[in-house]
């Protein structure tokens, strides 16, 4: 069971000047074979086929507890790529007609599926634009065979993320990759020393990786310095109490203690409200008449006039 909070892991910019063909390469942190939906699904599958759970009760609690999170990771990069899709010059409530600039050729700049099928939102795709697929799961139901891919899996998605970073000069991208690189570790760290206190074999000495610099990536820094890049998050209020017995020890790279904290959904941001854009608009229903249905229903239902869910962004 899954339980969902109205709130995002971390702040992200409000939409400024759009770019679909940046837009385009942080589909990759979310289609890609090492994207946000890779290590989400990888570790659900491993979570939901878990045998004997009761006696390997911290390992299973790791995976899971890391798969919680990875859904918010997917949540923060859609927000992203929405954020880079928004054209504030596209807000007013009338149909736009006109050829959208993100079709220009040539060459197209962006990904034309983010226009004609997803109307400027982000896409269970790649950079390519071709899908994800349930190929990328790996759940072999050995526990240090999953273990193990898992922190690989980590390695080539914290080298993705450094690349999509070195290749967005967009603030939305750049605070997000900033923010998923330090968790990326995080996961890359949780995973390494599963395998050793399972095994005695310390994967970071075994098999050093492409070494990804988050303490020099500017954005990354606030995040280092609050101690994000040695925490692990509990994201249940009452389960996977287990996640000390195997995510302990000290940081490999900065020796600090690593530390499970229990998360408080109450103290993460809350989410932008991106604004309509009636260039990709659903025929026949307008901003404003979708506006005065939706008051009708909340009356109707007896809510309160001020809405009961909350954004960073009221009003706007």
Sequence with gaps: MILRIDRWLTEL?????PDPAQAKVVQELMGGKFGEMSTFL???????NFRERQKARPFFDLISNIA??????????AATINSMLTDKKSIKDEVNTQK????????LPGNAHHYVNG????????SRGLPWTGD?????????SDLTHNYFLETGARSGKLRVYEACDHPAARALTGYLLVRGGVHQVAYARAVENLTGADLTKLFPGPRVPSDAIKESQPYIEKGDHRRLY???????????AVFNGNHPETGEPLEVVDEDPSLRPLPVDLPAQNDVFAPGYSTAEIDEIVDKLRKDAGFPDEVIGEVANPGK
Excluded: C, M, W
């Excluded at 919680?68 to 990069?77: K, M, N, P, R, Y």
């Excluded at 109307?119 to 790649?126: F, I, S, V, Y």
């Excluded at 990328?136 to 240090?144: A, E, P």
């Design 234 to 244: 509990r994201f249940s209020p009452d389960d996977y109490r287990e996640l000390s």
């Design 68 to 77: 919680a999170e990875e859904f918010g990771h997917i949540e923060l990069v």
């Design 13 to 17: 910019p409000p939409p400024t000047d």
């Design 136 to 144: 990328n799961v790996f759940s072999s139901g050995d526990l240090l």
């Design 100 to 107: 959208s600039p993100l079709l220009d050729l040539p060459p």
């Design 42 to 48: 990888n570790y659900t599958f491993q979570s939901f």
């Design 119 to 126: 109307g400027k939102g982000a896409l269970p795709q790649d």
